[in-house]
């Protein structure tokens, strides 16, 4: 059978994406999934941050006491609540990383675009850097082995498009918060599920796929 689609909306800076994305690697060879990653940010500027939160300061405040929900709610404990708190720097929007993951894919394909998502959470969301600064960003695409002059050319040229037709392909999907996931482009759910409660929306997705097939014979 062929693999099941599944594209993973998703933005950099959310936590609960942060706790979703081992699952879905631990069933994407179990079930045969192709995993698609895509660009999903909900406050692109600084602008839309205080409008959502009221000020950065709350905007931060705010954030981290959903980090420690997600904290609860990782399989593996790894995010790392106080480092972020002491840093000095506003919390990031997603705009920068979202940006950096359509260059990753421009140079890599999904597989690009995988790897600099998943190394940039970890420079966020366990090492507390600042991915909401352009130099912090393109050294992350560096440690992830990409070119440093091709990133930073495509972070520049190609990048910005990218993520536009992304976000919007996102809300034609009827997408409006991360995590989500569209099943076989047609289920679309929202939220981290757990790994048991994924396995079996994959599941009954290939059910209802056979059901289909059986149907149509």
Known sequence: MSPLKVEFFHDVVCGWCFVLAPRLKQLQDELNLDVQHRSFILQTSREAMVE?????????????????SCSRAEDVKRINIEAMRQQDFEYPTGLLAGLACQTAKALGGNEGHERMFDRLQEAHLVQARNIGDRATVLAVAAEADFDPLAFATAFDQQAPQML??????????????????????????????????LRQTFIQVRANQKQAQGATQ
């Open 52 to 68: 959502r939160f009221g000020s950065m300061p709350k905007a931060k405040e705010t954030i981290l006491s959903h980090w420690l």
């Open 164 to 197: 536009e037709e992304e976000l919007a392909q996102g809300r034609r999907l009827g997408i409006s918060s991360v995590p989500s996931l569209v099943i076989d482009g047609r289920y679309l759910v929202p939220g981290a599920l757990s790994l048991e409660q």
